[in-house]
C-alpha cells in the first residue's frame, strides 16, 4: 500500500495536536451525530478515515484506533498485528523478524512517541484485545459511543 502521507508520522507532535483537535469536535458533534444517527454518520466517516488514516498510517481499519497511545504509529501495521508491544523477533537494526526489510512498527512507535508531550506516556499502557467485529467501522464512532472498549471481551490488565 502506498502511503503518499506517510512523512507525517514524524512529526508525532503535531498530529497528536491534532488528535486532541478532532477528538474535542467529536465529542461536542456527538449529539449531532446521535440526532442523524451513528450508522448514517458512518457511511460519511468510514470513507474518510479508510482515505486519510490510510495514508498517512497505513490504517488497517480495525475500529478501535490506537494511534495516540501509540506514537502515532499503526500497531495493525505489524505482519503479527501486534498491540501491546513488540515480539522477541526484533532483530539488532529494529526490523521486522517477519519482513526484514521494514523497520519495527514497535521500534518506530516507541521512539515517535517519545516526541509526544501529550499523549507519549500511553505507550506504557496496555491496550486492550481486538475485537475483530468493529473491523471496518468507524473508530471516532466507536470512540465516541464507548463502543471500541465496550466490547464484551473479558480481560484483566493487572493479571
Given at each position: 500500500m502506498i502511503r503518499p502521507l506517510a512523512f507525517l508520522q514524524n512529526h508525532p507532535h503535531?498530529?497528536?495536536?491534532?488528535?486532541?483537535?478532532?477528538?474535542a469536535v467529536f465529542r461536542r458533534a456527538r449529539p449531532l451525530l446521535a440526532r442523524v444517527g451513528y450508522d448514517r454518520a458512518a457511511r460519511v466517516l468510514v470513507p474518510v478515515e479508510?482515505?486519510?488514516?490510510?495514508?498517512?498510517f497505513g490504517c488497517q481499519m480495525c475500529g478501535q484506533c490506537t494511534l495516540?497511545?501509540?506514537?502515532?504509529?499503526?500497531?495493525?501495521t505489524c505482519p503479527k498485528n501486534l498491540r501491546n508491544g513488540p515480539c522477541g523477533g526484533v532483530r539488532a537494526n529494529g526490523h521486522c523478524e517477519v519482513i526484514p526489510e521494514m523497520p519495527c512498527v514497535w521500534v518506530q512507535a516507541y521512539e515517535?512517541?517519545?516526541?509526544?508531550?501529550?499523549?507519549?506516556?500511553?505507550?506504557?499502557?496496555i491496550q486492550p484485545p481486538?475485537?475483530?467485529?468493529?473491523?471496518?467501522t468507524?473508530?471516532?464512532?466507536?470512540?465516541?459511543?464507548?463502543?471500541a472498549e465496550d466490547t464484551g471481551i473479558v480481560w484483566n490488565a493487572d493479571d
Open positions: 503535531c498530529l497528536e495536536r491534532v488528535y486532541r483537535f478532532t477528538l479508510r482515505l486519510t488514516k490510510g495514508a498517512i495516540h497511545a501509540t506514537g502515532m504509529t499503526c500497531p495493525m515517535r512517541s517519545r516526541h509526544m508531550p501529550l499523549y507519549g506516556h500511553e505507550i506504557l499502557l481486538l475485537d475483530r467485529r468493529l473491523a471496518d468507524s473508530a471516532w464512532i466507536n470512540a465516541i459511543t464507548g463502543r
